[in-house]
């Protein structure tokens, strides 16, 4: 199986920054997309930012202000979050397309357990 782990949320005041972690760990032979998606109360849960091995895709809400990586030796991926404002109050989710082994089939998609962003005054 495989265990995502998200850090790094919590309250910060309009204008200021996070930086959102999440780790897989488990029985991963190689990962495809990393993503964050967020979802927000009463909202559908939406594409944050996402990347593979070329250019990363986000969210045409938060262009500019967010920037995805990901560290393949350690199967992370960050999210840093700048020019918040109160929009961006929702729980984040991690998600990761991983292959358990080399002789897998395909992908599987796995999901953190989510963490709260709350910015506000």
């Known amino acids: 199986q495989v265990q995502l782990v998200e850090s790094g949320g919590g309250l910060v005041q309009p204008g200021g920054s996070l930086r959102l972690s999440c780790a897989a760990s488990?029985?991963?032979?190689?990962?495809?997309?990393m993503a964050w998606y967020r979802q927000a109360p009463g909202k559908e849960r939406e594409l944050v930012a996402a990347?593979?091995?070329?250019?990363?895709d986000y969210g045409d809400s938060v262009k500019g202000r967010f920037t995805i990586s990901r560290d393949n030796a350690k199967n992370t991926v960050y999210l840093q979050m700048n020019s918040l404002n109160a929009e961006d109050t929702a729980v984040y989710y991690c998600?990761?397309?991983?292959?358990?082994?080399?002789?897998?089939?395909?992908?599987?998609?796995?999901w953190g357990q989510g963490i709260q962003v709350t910015v506000s005054s």
């Open positions: 998600k990761a397309q991983v292959r358990p082994a080399v002789y897998s089939i395909g992908y599987s998609d796995y």
């Open positions: 990347i593979t091995r070329g250019s990363p």
């Open positions: 488990g029985i991963i032979y190689t990962i495809n997309t």
